[in-house]
């Protein structure tokens, strides 16, 4: 059944985001399901090459005010310096720089002082650091490249340099000393922590030796992580990202609002104004991977509808503890979103996974556990 709209949607249509993928590995981690591959002599040349060409048709193609820039991967720091550099340089060229925000993905293994300095001389002042573990037993069994020393030395090195400073953190693996790994990350002195619990995703190796995450280890770890890093002062404001005053990650941030954002290079996604189809709130589209990508070949767009934009806004904000203002998503959309969706928001409350507090939807704890089950209510009505 088709709702009709409101009032007429009112977005933003400047994009103020922009996420560059550099799809470029020292090695594969037995976990990894991302558009990622090794370097083999001339990929990373034509790359930089494609690139430069995107972030021009882009320009061309959308109108363009940045606030944060992420590079993600992949393994961005494993690119040498020229091409960083290089990469940074068509970005600038083209579609500007993050206002707001600079944020790269770093390996602890790609860290010393003078690369540490040549980032922030190109404008990058936010580190995303793939500790994973400070435990050398859980890392050799994670298949990472780096020990605990290099992972500490590196957080060191970058707050040292004057970075905003994220370290990853992997929870729910086997033998995993879990308090330990916690209180030496927040012992190094960052400023937020994103703990994710191990997956294993259908085609990686994890998979394909047939390693399991139980359910009960998996919950285990999702809860402890909570209480630990509750207690060292960090405030949970998305359901696997934790951080302290004002060090929250303002990229992220934006896809948990619904934004639009350019995806730049093989396999990135991006959240674009639908130019001209007035019944269309936007459209998604993920690049072909890097060979198909190298070509000019494009992924294929998906229209976004008011009640798609409106229950991926639903997904996306309800990870965020801040919640979602109904009110706010009626006049983005068009629809009556209270109304629309009234049963599903009446049964969540009702079990407790849900919370309404004047128009601000959230998730309660036990809803964040359940968030897909919350989700698949709203999509069947």
């Not at 034509?46 to 959308?62: I, K, P, S």
């Not at 002082?113 to 069994?141: C, N």
């Not at 019944?279 to 998604?284: I, K, S, T, V």
């Not at 767009?301 to 998503?329: H, K, N």
Request: glycine share 10%; charged share 20%; aromatic share 8%.
């Amino acid at each position: 059944m088709s709702f009709p709209a409101v009032s007429s949607p009112t977005l933003d249509s400047t994009i103020r985001h922009l996420y560059v993928h550099v799809p470029f590995c020292p090695s594969i981690c037995p976990y990894c399901d991302f558009h990622v591959l090794t370097r083999r002599a001339g990929l990373v040349e034509a790359y930089l090459e494609r690139v430069e060409t995107e972030a021009a048709e882009l320009a061309a193609r959308y109108d363009v005010d940045l606030d944060t820039v992420y590079l993600g991967g992949g393994t961005p720091s494993f690119l040498r310096d020229a091409e960083i550099t290089a990469l940074v340089g068509s970005v600038r060229r083209h579609l500007g720089w993050g206002r707001v925000e600079n944020t790269l993905e770093i390996n602890p293994g790609t860290v010393n002082p003078e690369r540490a300095a040549l980032w922030r001389g190109l404008g990058i002042d936010r580190a995303s650091v793939g500790v994973q573990s400070l435990d050398d037993a859980t890392l050799k069994f994670l298949g990472r490249t780096h020990d605990s020393a290099q992972a500490r030395a590196a957080v060191t090195t970058l707050i040292d340099a004057g970075f905003r400073v994220s370290g990853d953190l992997i929870t729910a693996v086997p033998g995993q000393p879990l308090e330990a790994d916690i209180a030496g990350l927040v012992a190094l002195g960052v400023g937020h922590i994103s703990a994710y619990t191990l997956t294993i995703e259908p085609g990686t190796e994890f998979a394909r030796r047939g390693v399991t995450v139980e359910e009960d280890d998996e919950r285990a770890g999702f809860e402890r992580t909570e209480e630990l890093l509750t207690a060292h002062g960090f405030d949970r404001y998305e359901i696997s990202n934790y951080a302290r005053s004002g060090q929250q990650s303002r990229h992220n941030l934006a896809y948990w609002g619904n934004r639009f954002y350019l995806g730049l290079g093989p396999g990135a996604a991006g959240h674009y104004p639908a130019a001209g189809e007035a019944e269309l709130l936007g459209q998604r589209r993920t690049n072909l991977h890097l060979h198909e990508w190298l070509t000019g070949a494009e992924g294929k767009a998906q229209p976004i509808d008011a009640e798609e934009y409106v229950t991926d806004a639903l997904f996306m904000g309800l990870r965020v503890q801040r919640g979602i203002s109904l009110s706010d998503l009626t006049q983005r959309s068009g629809l009556d979103v209270a109304g629309r969706y009234a049963k599903p928001i009446k049964a969540n409350l009702a079990r407790g996974l849900l919370a309404l507090e004047g128009d601000t939807l959230r998730a309660t704890p036990q809803g964040w556990w359940a968030l897909n089950k919350v989700i698949t209510d709203f999509l069947e009505g």
